[in-house]
Nanobody
Framework: QVQLVEAGGGLVQAGGSLRLSCAAS????????MGWHRQAPGKQRELVAA???????NYADSVKGRFTISRDGAKNTVYLQMNSLKPEDTGVYYC??????????WGQGTQVTVSS
């Protein structure tokens, strides 16, 4: 299974920015899609953003225009740039990848807390 390690979470004031990173143990181009989900306390995990192997991106309506997903193949890393953060963006953010026959992998999660 492919290992994914997230970094970059933390505490930020509303209106601030954070950049999350997700380092994979193998080429991210071997993934059909890479993405970020989040889970707020008491809520279900939800898709935040995803990027396909063809560089097609998909965002939750709640983050469109504020978040940007990108990837760096040389570093086997996927990023989530989060701007204009809101308290409702608070949650644990999980990186994930669909690696085809190798299965879907999830990172351990990184906490993002946005204070009002």
């Amino acid at each position: 299974q492919v290992q994914l390690v997230e970094a970059g979470g933390g505490l930020v004031q509303a209106g601030g920015s954070l950049r999350l990173s997700c380092a994979a143990s193998r080429s991210i181009f071997s993934a059909n899609t890479m993405g970020w989900h989040r889970q707020a306390p008491g809520k279900q995990r939800e898709l935040v953003a995803a990027i396909s192997n063809g560089d097609i991106t998909n965002y939750a309506d709640s983050v469109k225009g504020r978040f940007t997903i990108s990837r760096d193949g040389a570093k086997n890393t996927v990023y989530l740039q989060m701007n204009s953060l809101k308290p409702e963006d608070t949650g644990v953010y999980y990186c994930n990848g669909d690696f085809g026959w190798r299965g879907r992998s999830w990172g351990q999660g990184t906490q993002v807390t946005v204070s009002s």
